[in-house]
């Protein structure tokens, strides 16, 4: 019996479902970058003359409070889940000896590490800023990521679980248990999917979505990947490891853009954006 070719678009999909790949977990950085750092905004409301503005002249910052983002309002889950995911979607690939799982996941476990090594970075109080005298300004110290307790929970137990489950993934993957090694990468794929909501709470109880809570180059580079590797998973390799993630990662993003959507600032003025101090 001849098994019929795959349809070119599923070729297509096989092709470039690793790029995208790396693509999503290239997505974070412009969100990463561009958000200040905990302490590099926000302060007292008692000397109004003397403030820094960081919005154009023109431009008046919003009284909405969840407007507000630096660093420090942002969850920690988004790259820490990537991390995880990455490594051990890796193991996965080397299990199968499957190149199109090994080197997209290698660079996005790379990538996810230095996203947390930045975050950390960013979240470190200093006791004063470059162009003014924080110690002066601030109402309060921002906090510092060890004593964040939304990222969700603490750094700490992201570290413990993160190893945890890394240290999980390698016995299978020493043992070759491949089915466990899909099923623990399919939880932990999913959690990251789903991790750029973890502030959708916040965002619906003040009916406003602020920039950088949900980035939306990963909600688009999630969409296009996601898409991708469906296809891929459904008529390519017939694994229910490929498929079953991707397919709740595209309703995840189509949940993500419909928040951004619904709850997105409106009226903003051309390249400003509210940053304060949440």
């Known amino acids: 019996m001849i098994t019929p070719a795959p349809h070119p678009f599923v070729v297509f999909a096989g092709n470039v479902a690793p790029l995208t790949s790396i693509l999503l977990t290239l997505s974070p950085l412009p969100t990463l970058l561009s958000v200040p750092r905990a302490d590099s905004v926000g302060f007292d409301d008692d000397d109004d003359d003397d403030k820094v503005s960081l919005l154009p002249s023109s431009t008046s910052a919003p009284k909405n409070p969840t407007s507000k983002v630096t660093i420090a309002s942002l969850p920690l889950l988004p790259y820490s889940s990537m991390a995880v995911n990455g490594s051990l979607w890796l193991m996965y690939g080397l299990l199968l000896q499957a190149k199109p799982l090994i080197f997209p996941n290698a660079v996005g476990a790379c990538l996810a590490i230095s996203y947390i090594f930045l975050f950390a970075l960013k979240s470190s109080p200093r006791e004063g800023g470059r162009h003014f005298d924080m110690s002066r300004k601030m109402a309060a110290p921002p906090p510092s990521l060890w004593t964040r307790i939304d990222l969700p929970s603490t750094f700490r137990t992201h570290l413990t679980v993160g190893t945890s489950i890394l240290i999980l993934g390698f016995t299978c993957l020493k043992g070759g248990l491949r089915n466990q090694l899909a099923a623990l990468a399919t939880l932990v794929c999913g959690v990251m999917f789903i991790s750029p909501l973890a502030k959708i709470g916040s965002i619906v109880k003040n009916k406003s979505c602020p920039p950088g809570a949900i980035p939306l180059p990963f909600t688009v580079a999630t969409a296009v990947n996601c898409f991708l590797w469906s296809v891929y998973g459904i008529k390519g390799v017939k694994d229910i490891a ?33 940053i304060e101090l949440p």
């Open 242 to 274: 490929v498929t079953a993630p991707n397919v709740f990662g595209l309703f995840c993003a189509f949940t993500q853009a419909i928040v951004v959507f619904l709850y997105s600032p409106k009226g903003k003025g051309k390249g400003s954006i509210a």
